[in-house]
């Protein structure tokens, strides 16, 4: 009898968290300055690996082939009996721009962009519009505003980035991120794969034009010299560092026993980009939850660019169904002793597993470990916004068995974290590879654009997205770019699908979003390639909540009233007049006294704020006019409304009524007007100020300069 694993699962509840974590200081050395305006064009030779691992091997995808046996016979593929969610078509994200970009021969040739095996699709895009990509070994930069690509040789190899350290070198596992701060990029890759020859690559852009230098440097891939090399890495920025994560790898050896843990790495990125001899650094290592490694760390983006705290995310991402999340948390810069790391473990609602290969038209529908290979079902991209994480993976649909996203959401990460999460998933297609980014207006809004690769045994690889609302509902599936043939790279094994899906928004356009996925693009002899499809998203919510102090009446000193006017945002609403320290007022407030400063913060259903900020003003036609400041010193000024325009005299008494002075007579405008004079010439007292239109009495105000 099968047993349904989902069924005997925990309930959610948090596991009380335990780490066992170290930390070492570094000093990466610099190494290069690196233009590419002076790339050069040579062979770039390379050679990959293409061995299909043995059935029953014990290495690592060895042990993966036999888990997705184990996936295929636990969730056979079958119709799905129910969807996850109720899809909305109203909310479908705009599709604005979307096209592989093209190198153009002299012959009239067109070029695409083809990486190496896989594509490791990662993608930067500044405010500026300049958008930079890597696909596996080449680096790829295109101006979108201007519609032109900027590289003189169309793309630059990950070689030429790193010093020149002579041959037998190769370099892979790109990974680029934007600093809309500092309006850089960053781009880090690894070089080699043995302990003798394994380093970090970081390179950082001078400016914002990827044309001009980059600062490179090194970093030990095998930090702890004992024997380790360092595989798939991870990055973000927060305000004055780089983090970034990856798994340390023991040599010739089983899967189970080569794993050394994950490593976290906090580097100085203002060294970086200033271009410093050297580039500060920490290591955090021997990452354990209840003495057992955290495998995968993937840190959390910031929302909006900069992360403003550091977390980082995991799961067992071998594991055939599991429930539990694993929430790190770093505080404390890599200049502070007493920096910690802790980390949490909770139970999701929604169970994940591994996720099965996706199917292509050649695939062997017999045997679960053929097709796109699908690596596993980690944790893959996350944002926080308004502490709150959301976050995507690879997983199995339970519901259909094929291979699906993982959207996941962790609240109150800094506290007790609690995970829920839905599978997206679709009828007929394998979807994999997914990324994440938020496309909010404001705090609190939790919309997202969610882009991943799809594939089936009748539609071939491409790309895709769904959108996530604020009102945690789902788009339709977009397919971005369908396939053009199915992809054979590998002759006799699983092809490579990843291992990333590039995904960022444009930081100063927030409801726009760039993707970089993969899609086969076919070809007529034995081998088909994939390549790599560019897209410009939209979100379909472009509303923005708005708000406005509308001053209603002033009528004497403090009897003033303002009324609050809200546009868009979510009903109801909050009114938090904070200057006047009423909370959850009214919208409208009153004993405002002119020229108070009002501020007002107005929370909708969702929780976003906005806040706004009014001078009372100081005089309103049906009342008198102010005069300020008084008593005066030296100067004093009166405002006044006139009904028309007509010529005004105004005279000054003395308190006794006998006339002082004819101080001005002029025409004025129709309106507000303030008229000042200088009192230096007065004494001391008490004094009237009459002004006169047409014979008709404007205003009479005492007045009185005080004895210093």
């Known amino acids: 009898m099968k047993v349904n694993i989902y069924a005997c699962l925990l309930v959610a509840l948090t596991i009380p968290y335990a780490v066992n974590a170290q930390k070492i200081d570094f000093k990466g050395e610099k190494v290069y300055v690196f233009s590419p305006k002076e790339a050069i064009v ?6 990959q690996h293409l061995e299909a691992p043995a059935p029953g091997g014990d290495t690592y995808r060895g042990y993966l082939r036999e888990q997705r046996k184990k996936v295929a016979e636990t969730h056979p593929p079958r119709p799905p009996r129910k969807t996850f969610q109720m899809r909305d078509s109203t909310l479908n994200p705009f599709v604005e721009w979307g096209q592989r970009k093209f190198r153009v021969f002299r012959n009239g040739v067109e070029q695409t962009i083809v990486g190496g095996i896989p594509n490791d699709n990662t993608l930067a895009i500044s405010n500026g519009g300049i958008m930079l990509s890597a696909i596996n070994s080449l680096v790829y930069a295109y101006d979108t505003k201007n519609d032109t690509n900027l590289f003189e040789n169309f793309t630059v190899p990950l070689s030429q980035y790193a010093p020149p350290t002579g041959s037998g070198n190769f370099f892979y596992d790109p990974k680029l991120q934007y600093d809309p701060e500092a309006d850089r990029f960053i781009l880090t890759f690894l070089a080699n794969n043995q302990p003798s020859n394994s380093f970090l690559i970081f390179a950082f852009s001078s400016t914002n034009d990827p044309r001009d230098d980059w600062h490179v440097y090194r970093l030990p891939g095998n930090p702890l010299d004992n024997n380790r090399w360092t595989d798939f890495p991870c990055l973000s920025v ?5 983090i970034y994560t990856a798994n340390l790898i023991i040599p010739d ?7 050394d843990g994950s490593v976290i790495w906090q580097i100085d990125k203002h060294a970086g980009f200033n271009g410093e001899d050297s580039l500060p650094a920490r290591l955090w290592h021997d990452v354990r939850h209840n003495g057992r490694f955290v495998r995968n760390l993937h840190p959390v983006n910031g929302a909006e660019g900069i992360a403003d705290d550091v977390y980082l995310l995991s799961n067992r991402n071998f594991d055939i169904a599991n429930d539990t999340f694993f929430v790190a948390h770093l505080q404390g810069s890599l200049y502070d002793d007493d920096a910690t790391l802790t980390v949490k473990a909770a139970v999701s609602n929604k169970p994940y597993g591994l996720s099965p290969n996706g199917r292509q038209a ?5 045997d679960p470990t053929d097709g796109l290979d699908i690596n596993d079902s980690r944790v893959l991209g996350a944002f926080l916004e308004s502490n709150r994480i959301q976050f995507v993976g690879n997983s199995v649909n339970p519901e259909t068995g094929l291979a699906a996203i993982y959207h996941g959401f962790v609240e109150n990460p800094d506290g007790a974290p609690k995970v829920t999460g839905n599978i997206i998933g679709h009828d007929t297609r394998d979807l994999g590879y997914p990324n994440i980014a938020w496309t ?16 089936s045994p009748t539609d071939f690889a491409g790309v895709s997205a769904i959108y996530f609302s604020n009102d945690s509902k789902y788009s339709e599936i977009i397919e971005l770019k369908a396939g053009l043939d199915y992809v054979s790279r590998i002759p006799g094994t699983y092809d490579r699908w990843g291992d990333y899906f590039g995904l960022q928004r444009v930081y100063n356009e927030p409801e726009v979003v760039y993707s970089a996925g993969f899609y086969g693009i076919g070809s007529p002899g034995g081998i088909k390639p994939s390549g790599t499809w560019f897209n410009r998203l939209v979100s379909p919510d472009t509303s923005r ?21 809200v546009t868009n945002g979510k009903a109801p609403y909050t009114y938090n007049w904070l200057s006047h320290n009423i909370d959850d007022g009214n919208e409208v407030l009153q004993d405002v006294c002119r020229a108070d400063t009002v501020v007002l913060e107005v929370i909708d259903s969702r929780g976003t704020r906005v806040l706004d900020t009014l001078i009372m003003p100081l005089f309103e036609a049906d009342y008198e006019p102010m005069a300020y400041p008084n008593p005066f010193s030296d100067r004093i000024a009166i405002q006044f409304n006139m009904p028309e325009r007509a010529e005004v005299s105004i005279y000054l008494y003395h308190v006794s009524g006998q006339i002082v002075k004819e101080i001005i007579r002029r025409p ?9 004079f200088r009192t230096a010439p007065l004494t001391p007292g008490q004094y009237v100020i009459r002004a006169f239109s047409n014979d008709d009495e404007l205003f009479v105000k005492k007045i009185t300069k ?3």
């Open 238 to 242: 927060t305000k004055d560092e780089v």
């Open 253 to 259: 050896t089983s899967w189970q026993a080569g794993f």
């Open 42 to 47: 040579d062979f770039e030779a390379h050679i």
């Open 362 to 366: 050649n695939s062997d529908p017999n």
């Open 440 to 455: 909010g207006q404001q705090n609190r809004q939790a919309q997202a654009i969610i882009g991943f690769n799809h594939t």
């Open 706 to 708: 005080p004895a210093y």
């Open 545 to 565: 909540m708005f708000v406005r102090i509308n001053p209603i009446k002033t009528g004497a000193i403090c009897e003033g009233e303002c009324e609050a006017l």
């Open 668 to 676: 004025v405008k129709e309106g507000l007007n303030e008229f000042s």
